[in-house]
């Protein structure tokens, strides 16, 4: 078995198969430390933290991740709270960084036996459509390498190779531009209480913790803004006007990139021994957190259906997994577009106008006065399924 890719996804599936004895070999284009640098994601769900317990990885990966308590949709600064793990019967998601994640899987993987070859540069994919296929990459040492394997694995992330080793009529792609920019910036400025999120006139901001000393913000901006629009006393400024939070701490901001909402998803996730697992096969917005978490469920429905045929030539689950990885996709596309607007439309109503505006206030109202409606949104934002 070839895993392409040392993310969330790629380490994942390594390591659920090396427990369940497949040989398997990881192959990653950057080094072991600029793969454990990597900031994104904050939020592991539910039923993430539930992979790890059940596949007896928790000690190592979940220690010290303490529970997403609740959160806070601070309107034209005033707060309002939604207790997230209550609403959703008990099950909560944990803070934790994914760089975290990724340097605890890694180490479990490695000191385990795992074979990881890091800087492996130009890795290519031959017969996939095959019983045998093979993947050739340079090694560090710049010799050109050939290994044969069952499967492949594309944990490869968006940029990747391997879907696009896949021809172009065997798959179809969908691709939405949501029309919505933002800037995020990493700061060694104190976290929140509550991962926040932000409705003004001023537009959209939220601020979530990334570490006791660290936020991640994110702040709403017209497509195609410039970086160069955004110096850090800009930041600052319009952080404290959309937070209504006048004394708002400043750090030192440490990355500063720009994000535009898209999203991309191809049907189906796999072609003959090839498996796309993760951001190889669908992107979403960060709205709702849900990016590597929805790599870490498809990495486990392939662990398992991976085991089933090698172990016991049983292909059923197999042959389901795109479509079971898609109809995950799919619901939490929706929720991330639905929790995107509303709390987008209920502020600055330049863009989307006043009646999109009052559309968008009651949507976010009815979390505050239906308890079936909070209930269905914590059901989401904590990822039970
Ligand atoms: P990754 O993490 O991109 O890992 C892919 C790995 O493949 C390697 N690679 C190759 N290796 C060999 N040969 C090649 N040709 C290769 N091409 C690439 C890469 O070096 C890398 O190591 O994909 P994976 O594993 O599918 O994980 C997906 C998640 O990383 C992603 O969904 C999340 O980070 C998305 N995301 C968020 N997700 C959340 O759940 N919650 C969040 O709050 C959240 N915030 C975010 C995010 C993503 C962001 N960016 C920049 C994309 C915030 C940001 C800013």
Request: charged letters at 25%; one cysteine or more.
């Given at each position: 078995?070839?895993?392409?890719?040392?993310?969330?996804?790629?380490?994942?599936?390594?390591?659920?198969?090396?427990?369940?004895?497949?040989?398997?070999?990881?192959?990653?284009?950057?080094?072991?430390?600029?793969?454990?640098?990597?900031?994104?994601?904050?939020i592991?769900?539910?039923?993430?933290?539930?992979?790890?317990?059940?596949?007896?990885?928790?000690?190592?990966?979940?220690?010290?991740?303490p529970p997403d308590t609740r959160i806070e949709i601070r309107?034209?600064?005033?707060p309002r709270h939604l207790d997230v793990p209550s609403l959703a019967?008990?099950?909560h998601s944990?803070l934790?960084?994914?760089?975290?994640?990724?340097?605890?899987?890694?180490?479990?993987?490695?000191?385990?036996?795992?074979?990881?070859?890091?800087?492996?540069?130009?890795?290519?994919?031959?017969?996939?459509?095959?019983?045998?296929?093979?993947?050739?990459?340079?090694?560090?040492?710049?010799?050109?390498?050939?290994?044969?394997?069952?499967?492949?694995?594309?944990?490869?992330?968006?940029?990747?190779?391997?879907?696009?080793?896949?021809?172009?009529?065997?798959?179809?792609?969908?691709?939405?531009?949501?029309?919505?920019?933002?800037?995020?910036?990493?700061?060694?400025?104190?976290?929140p209480r509550y991962p926040l999120f932000?409705?003004?006139?001023?537009?959209?901001?939220?601020?979530?913790p990334?570490?006791?000393?660290?936020?991640?913000?994110?702040?709403?901006?017209?497509?195609?803004?410039?970086?160069?629009?955004?110096?850090?006393?800009?930041?600052?400024?319009?952080?404290?006007?959309?937070?209504?939070?006048?004394?708002?701490?400043?750090?030192?901001?440490?990355?500063?990139?720009?994000?535009?909402?898209?999203?991309?998803?191809?049907?189906?996730?796999?072609?003959?021994?090839?498996?796309?697992?993760?951001?190889?096969?669908?992107?979403?917005?960060?709205?709702?957190?849900?990016?590597?978490?929805?790599?870490?469920?498809?990495?486990?429905?392939?662990?398992?259906?991976?085991?089933?045929?090698?172990?016991?030539?049983?292909?059923?689950?197999?042959?389901?997994?795109?479509?079971?990885?898609?109809?995950?996709?799919?619901?939490?596309?929706?929720?991330?577009?639905?929790?995107?607007?509303?709390?987008?439309?209920?502020?600055?109503?330049?863009?989307?106008?006043?009646?999109?505006?009052?559309?968008?206030?009651?949507?976010?109202?009815?979390l505050f006065?239906?308890?079936?409606?909070a209930?269905?949104f914590a059901?989401?934002m904590a990822?039970?399924?």
């Amino acid at each position: 078995m070839v895993i392409v890719g040392a993310g969330p996804a790629g380490l994942t599936l390594a390591n659920l198969l090396r427990r369940s004895g497949v040989n398997c070999v990881v192959l990653e284009k950057q080094s072991r430390s600029y793969v454990e640098r990597r900031q994104r994601a904050g939020i592991l769900d539910y039923r993430s933290a539930r992979i790890f317990e059940e596949w007896g990885l928790a000690e190592q990966v979940l220690s010290g991740a303490p529970p997403d308590t609740r959160i806070e949709i601070r309107v034209d600064g005033a707060p309002r709270h939604l207790d997230v793990p209550s609403l959703a019967g008990g099950r909560h998601s944990r803070l934790l960084p994914q760089q975290f994640v990724v340097q605890r899987l890694l180490e479990a993987y490695v000191d385990g036996g795992g074979d990881m070859r890091t800087d492996a540069s130009d890795v290519a994919l031959h017969g996939i459509d095959g019983d045998r296929p093979q993947v050739t990459y340079r090694d560090a040492a710049g010799e050109e390498q050939r290994i044969e394997c069952d499967y492949v694995a594309g944990c490869d992330g968006h940029h990747g190779v391997t879907r696009r080793s896949v021809p172009e009529e065997a798959l179809t792609t969908y691709t939405y531009d949501h029309g919505i920019g933002w800037i995020t910036v990493l700061a060694d400025a104190p976290a929140p209480r509550y991962p926040l999120f932000a409705v003004s006139g001023h537009g959209f901001a939220a601020q979530f913790p990334r570490g006791p000393r660290a936020s991640r913000y994110y702040l709403q901006r017209p497509p195609g803004d410039p970086l160069t629009n955004w110096p850090d006393d800009r930041v600052w400024e319009q952080l404290r006007a959309r937070l209504g939070d006048p004394d708002l701490p400043a750090g030192p901001v440490t990355e500063k990139a720009l994000v535009d909402m898209r999203s991309f998803v191809v049907d189906p996730m796999s072609y003959g021994r090839l498996y796309l697992v993760g951001d190889a096969a669908h992107i979403i917005t960060p709205m709702g957190g849900k990016g590597m978490n929805l790599a870490l469920a498809d990495a486990e429905v392939l662990a398992r259906a991976l085991v089933a045929a090698l172990k016991d030539d049983d292909g059923e689950e197999l042959r389901a997994y795109s479509a079971t990885c898609l109809r995950r996709t799919w619901d939490y596309q929706e929720f991330s577009r639905w929790m995107q607007e509303m709390l987008h439309d209920a502020g600055d109503d330049s863009v989307t106008g006043p009646f999109r505006r009052k559309l968008a206030r009651a949507r976010l109202d009815r979390l505050f006065t239906s308890p079936t409606a909070a209930t269905a949104f914590a059901t989401m934002m904590a990822g039970t399924d």
